[in-house]
T-cell receptor, first 113, second 110 residues
Framework: NAGVTQTPKFQVLKTGQSMTLQCAQD?????MSWYRQDPGMGLRLIHY???????DQGEVPNGYNVSRSTTEDFPLRLLSAAPSQTSVYFCASSYSNRGAKLFFGSGTQLSVL | SQELEQSPQSLIVQEGKNLTINCTSS?????LYWYKQKYGEGLIFLMMLQKGGEEKSHEKITAKLDEKKQQSSLHITASQPSHAGIYLCGADEAGNMLTFGGGTRLMVKP
């Protein structure tokens, strides 16, 4: 089973460049989310979606855009990359926002120079 | 928003020793989740606790949620190098996805 698939695994950008981190899940989960992980700060929620066509902001949404046109895909867009966005990004999905464990992708390590 | 504080932030133990990691919330926990992350990899679900006083075990790892549902502990018995990694607690937040603590980095010395 594929579960949650994230691409790419590694990416280096220059300041000001834009890019999209891809996330796909094959478990028919309604809930999907993006987190960033920085040293000593655990995981912080960027954006999340409770179903196709519905997205909302998390704790640290500035500089990121999301859309959810299908149940399977939840891409994260960096509009104009900044060094402060250097981080490890994780996509996750679950069948519920309550009482359900999250399934995580393997992460994308992003460096912005 | 809910804040989760984990302690200690890092821990180095000798193989075979027991250890405990704590997770304290600023609000009542409706659900508390423990995840483990191996260095450079994604997160693996360990356990979920929902009821005050609940205790769950998996192999040599035991997690408890206190009666007031504001603190959870993760206890590892007879630690092994395979237990090394980052342990994160996560909590349900109403109408939203999980929020996470800062993580505890565990190293087990052979």
């Amino acid at each position: 089973n594929a579960g949650v698939t994230q691409t790419p695994k590694f990416q280096v950008l220059k300041t000001g460049q834009s890019m999209t981190l891809q996330c796909a899940q094959d478990m028919n989960h309604e809930y999907m989310s993006w987190y960033r992980q920085d040293p000593g700060m655990g995981l912080r929620l960027i954006h999340y979606s409770v179903g196709a066509g519905i997205t909302d902001q998390g704790e640290v949404p500035n500089g990121y855009n999301v859309s959810r046109s299908t149940t399977e895909d939840f891409p994260l867009r960096l509009l104009s990359a900044a060094p402060s966005q250097t981080s490890v990004y994780f996509c996750a999905s679950s069948y519920s926002n309550r009482g359900a464990k999250l399934f995580f992708g393997s992460g994308t390590q992003l460096s912005v120079l | 928003s809910q804040e989760l504080e984990q302690s200690p932030q890092s821990l180095i133990v000798q193989e075979g020793k027991n250890l405990t990691i704590n997770c304290t919330s600023s609000k009542t926990l409706y659900g508390l989740y423990w995840y483990k992350q191996k260095y450079g990899e994604g997160l693996i679900f360990l356990m979920m606790l929902q009821k005050g006083g609940e205790e769950k075990s998996h192999e040599k790892i035991t997690a408890k949620l206190d009666e007031k549902k504001q603190q959870s502990s993760l206890h590892i018995t007879a630690s092994q190098p395979s237990h090394a990694g980052i342990y994160l607690c996560g909590a349900d937040e109403a109408g939203n996805m999980l929020t996470f603590g800062g993580g505890t980095r565990l190293m087990v010395k052979p």
